[in-house]
């Protein structure tokens, strides 16, 4: 799979910009400009994952010092059950092998009327070696279970990596659940 930072001027940038603004609720998402204008830090990455000129997914997310946080993963409606999102996961993995990758799901145990596809997603997440942390982020939008790849959780740096991610003026709350 080939690996491009997402640009506007990118040949396909609107596969990608369909991509992004279809696979999250609007309360979850922020604008394509928010995002690019965000992926020009040198710590914050906005890739795409290309097959020939097949879209396979696309990642959102920030580099700390110990840990990494991915905002978005998404993969086309059309190509999904493939791997590809699991292929994400690892490049992600390999890419940044000394960090945790940390990253945020809908809570599970609201039945909420999405339900069944939060346990799927959560199952995914599962399968490519995440676990859930012991504590949940609140916000407007409702409550979302916190999911990691590492054996340490630094509070810290993840609502750090959250306020680089939120423009300064997104204030979740971490609450604990142990």
Known sequence: MRCEDIKKEMPHYNAVKELQMTAFP???SFSMEEILRLSKSDHIEYKSFWKGEQLCG???YNVGETMLYLFYLAVPVKVRSKGYGAE???WLMKMYSDKSIVGNIESLGFNAENEGQRIRRFAFYERNGFHKEPFRLIDDSGFYDIISTGSAFDEKEYMRLIDELGFGIY???LQSLG
Do not use: D, W
């Open 26 to 28: 609007p309360e979850e």
């Open 171 to 173: 204030n979740p709350s």
């Open 58 to 60: 696309i990642i959102f």
């Open 88 to 90: 994400l996961i690892k």
